[in-house]
């Protein structure tokens, strides 16, 4: 039989609130199973899970990573997930570089307005 992990085991584990795995399970990210009137997780829901936390980590939205997970799903080589994953990947980095050179420019400016 698989582990099983109820809302709060869960929770604990991960260091989120309760109330951020019932928000991505609304969103669709991760379907728990029922025993009686106990939501309980499997080892696929704690990885999706992860997944999740670590994309919102890196900035991407809940639908980038929606698309990425649901490609998994329908991909099981994981050519297409891997695909769209890095193309993603490329536009984050050039989005924080671009992010990076702004605030770089700020600071000269400040730095100037300062002296």
């Excluded at 992860?50 to 809940?62: N, Q, Y």
């Excluded at 998994?72 to 891997?82: E, P, V």
């Amino acid at each position: 039989m698989s582990e099983l992990f109820t809302v709060n085991q869960l929770a604990e584990e991960l260091g989120v609130t309760p109330r951020a795995i019932r928000f991505y399970e609304v969103k669709g990210l991760i379907a728990p199973r029922r025993a009686g009137t106990t939501r309980v997780f499997d080892r696929r829901d704690r990885a999706r899970l992860l997944l999740v936390l670590r994309g919102k980590r890196l900035g991407f939205s809940l639908a980038e990573i929606r698309q990425i997970l649901d490609l998994y799903d329908a991909d099981h080589t994981q050519h297409s997930q891997i695909s769209l994953l890095l193309a993603r990947v490329r536009q984050r980095i050039e989005e924080l570089e671009q992010q990076h050179r702004d605030l770089e420019q700020t600071l000269r400016e400040l730095r100037l307005v300062e002296s």
